[in-house]
């Protein structure tokens, strides 16, 4: 188990940029995977991006795909989340979660962060 806090969330104009970042504590942060969900009001939890435990692979939402970055560094025991050209629809509540599993399913992940807010305005 790994425990999970996320930061660098808040309010931003759309088109602008936030950098989410997700520390762990846990030894075996490396052994990872890492993703990133989000969760608007009133929708179910959606997959972002996630990030397998050596970096070599990446994938991303559709929603997403050539606007926001996963990536991680695990000497420091960080992943991170860049997110540019925001938009209105990505105002949700991000969170992130670790797996040993390689997936993208919600039910696969069993450690969890508090989530941050993210608020895109016009």
């Known amino acids: 188990q790994v425990q999970l806090i996320e930061s660098g969330g808040g309010l931003v104009q759309a088109g602008g940029s936030l950098l989410l970042s997700c520390a762990t504590s846990?030894?075996?942060?490396?052994?990872?995977?890492v993703a990133w969900f989000r969760q608007a009001p009133e929708k179910e939890r959606q997959f972002v991006a996630l990030i397998t435990p050596t970096a070599v692979n990446t994938t991303y939402g559709n929603s997403v795909k050539g606007r926001f970055t996963i990536s991680r560094d695990n000497g420091k025991n960080k992943a991170y989340l860049q997110m540019n050209s925001l938009k209105l629809e990505d105002t949700a509540v991000y969170y992130c979660a670790a797996s040993r599993l390689y997936s993208d399913k919600e039910k696969d992940y069993n450690n969890w962060g508090q989530g941050t807010q993210v608020t895109v305005s016009s």
């Open positions: 846990g030894r075996t942060f490396g052994n990872y995977v």
